[in-house]
Every structure is written in structure tokens, then in C-alpha cells.
């Protein structure tokens, strides 16, 4: 499995949902951009996903 984010749809800092959300703190804002920065830490629960408001946030099979 893995999380990936779609920048062309991710409003970033802007929204953050996934970073404010995330229970496992996987998410960081770096400048105005969200990034999957503890990736081995993600438990794959879909929070991020079910919170992005733009569909940005994927979690999917590798």
C-alpha cells in the first residue's frame, strides 16, 4: 500500500486536512505544500483520504 498525494488537485498549506487529521502524523506541511513525510509510519487507515476535500490524498496497493 501507499499514500500518495495528487499535487494538481492538493490546495496544500492552504488546507492541510490530511496533516490535521492523519492519527499516525504521517503528513507535513514543507512551504506551502503537503508531503507524505513518515510514510513507514502510515497504518493505512484512509482518515487522510476520507478528509481531503479534493480527492487529492490516495491510499492504494502499490
Known sequence: MAVTIDYSLCKG?????????????????????VVVARPDDCTYCGVCEDVCPTGAVKVEPE
Do not use: Y
Request: charged share 35%; proline share 5%; with cysteine.
Open 13 to 33: 498549506a492552504e488546507c492541510a486536512e490530511c496533516v490535521n487529521n492523519c492519527p499516525m502524523e504521517v503528513f507535513e506541511i514543507e512551504g506551502d505544500k
